[in-house]
T-cell receptor, first 113, second 117 residues
Framework: AQSVAQPEDQVNVAEGNPLTVKCTYS??????LFWYVQYPNRGLQFLLK??????LVKGSYGFEAEFNKSQTSFHLKKPSALVSDSALYFC???????????FGAGTRLFVKA | GAVVSQHPSRVICKSGTSVKIECRSL??????MFWYRQFPKQSLMLMAT?????????EQGVEKDKFLINHASLTLSTLTVTSAHPEDSSFYIC?????????????FGPGTRLTVL
């Protein structure tokens, strides 16, 4: 069965510093990986996805993620954090049929000014 | 990206009543819609998957008689919480996809917060 793990409940970073939100996955077959962001009382917004191709995926709002097959990781990164990046971030994997999306537990990002 | 709307955004109801939540894809035809439930500070839990014109497929542990899902058209799916109780209070999020497979993106609605008194 597909699953994703987000080992950190919360990540704190100062504005202007680089940020990393960690995600590891477990799949049978090719992984289809996603990152979403959720602001309070809002639905999810798509940030980026990895289906195939380059291991470094660039997404919205300056975010990027690196797919590492050997470490089964798909960490979300941004070179310089903004206070407005503070939100709840979800890593997700789509099952091998490409049908259901399974979400990680979420990581809350706090960016301090 | 494509837009998915939900209505209402917030609803408060008395215990024992039924509540209907609508999910609409505004600018594309959604062959598949998904309903998720999110508890405070927790992840999204998939409740059911519905394909237009057919019965929904419910995840294990989700009561299909309590959470009625209808996907009558390519742009509309509804979730009805029947005989709601306080433990049904949650944030319900729908998503819509134009097709199956990893290349078909899922677009999420803004969510509906249900509070059952």
């Amino acid at each position: 069965a597909q699953s994703v793990a987000q080992p950190e409940d919360q990540v704190n970073v100062a504005e202007g510093n680089p940020l990393t939100v960690k995600c590891t996955y477990s799949v049978s077959g090719n992984p289809y990986l996603f990152w979403y962001v959720q602001y309070p009382n809002r639905g999810l917004q798509f940030l980026l996805k990895y289906i195939t191709g380059d291991n470094l995926v660039k997404g919205s709002y300056g975010f990027e993620a690196e797919f590492n097959k050997s470490q089964t990781s798909f960490h979300l990164k941004k070179p310089s954090a903004l206070v407005s990046d503070s939100a709840l971030y979800f890593c997700a994997v789509r099952d091998t049929g490409g049908f259901k999306t399974i979400f990680g537990a979420g990581t809350r990002l706090f960016v301090k000014a | 990206g494509a837009v998915v709307s939900q209505h209402p955004s917030r609803v408060i109801c008395k215990s024992g009543t039924s509540v209907k939540i609508e999910c609409r894809s505004l600018d594309f035809q959604a062959t598949t819609m998904f309903w998720y439930r999110q508890f405070p500070k927790q992840s999204l839990m998939l409740m059911a998957t519905s394909n237009e014109g057919s019965k929904a497929t419910y995840e294990q542990g989700v009561e299909k008689d309590k959470f009625l899902i209808n996907h009558a058209s390519l742009t509309l799916s509804t979730l009805t919480v029947t005989s709601a109780h306080p433990e049904d209070s949650s944030f319900y999020i729908c998503s819509a996809s134009a097709g199956r497979g990893p290349y078909n993106e899922q677009f999420f609605g803004p969510g509906t917060r249900l509070t059952v008194l």
